[in-house]
């Protein structure tokens, strides 16, 4: 399968608006950004964007008792990178696209 686009970034912020990002010193440069029930989604397709600067706000941004998470699919390196963002903290994982449901099977993908 030929993808045109580089990556896809997909994401979902509990408890932060965009506004929040943007009033935080990071507008969200994504093609679909929403908040719809309490909950930024972020979608973008094209090039390879550097999504540090957003994981470091969500960290500062996300209340206590709330997550997000934000799945890098980069369709050059045939892989996924996941940030999960809970209590203050990411945990951050790869994977090879190949293989991606065998290490997601626990999280309701088998």
């Given at each position: 399968?030929?993808?045109?686009?580089?990556?896809?970034?997909?994401?979902?912020?509990?408890?932060?608006?965009?506004?929040?990002?943007?009033?935080h010193g990071t507008p969200l440069p994504y093609d679909c950004?929403?908040?719809?029930?309490?909950?930024?989604?972020?979608?973008?397709?094209?090039?390879l964007i550097d999504v540090t600067p957003?994981?470091?706000?969500?960290?500062?941004?996300?209340?206590?008792?709330?997550?997000?998470?934000?799945?890098?699919?980069?369709?050059?390196?045939?892989?996924?990178?996941?940030?999960?963002?809970?209590?203050?903290?990411?945990?951050?994982?790869?994977?090879?696209?190949?293989?991606?449901?065998?290490?997601?099977?626990?999280?309701?993908?088998?």
């Open positions: 399968m030929r993808y045109d686009s580089h990556c896809r970034i997909y994401g979902q912020f509990f408890g932060v608006t965009p506004e929040q990002f943007k009033a950004v929403a908040f719809l029930g309490g909950a930024t989604d972020i979608e973008h397709e094209g090039h957003l994981v470091e706000a969500a960290v500062a941004l996300l209340p206590e008792n709330r997550e997000g998470h934000l799945d890098v699919i980069d369709h050059r390196a045939w892989s996924i990178t996941r940030y999960f963002i809970k209590n203050k903290t990411v945990k951050e994982e790869t994977f090879d696209l190949d293989n991606i449901l065998e290490h997601t099977k626990n999280d309701g993908n088998w």
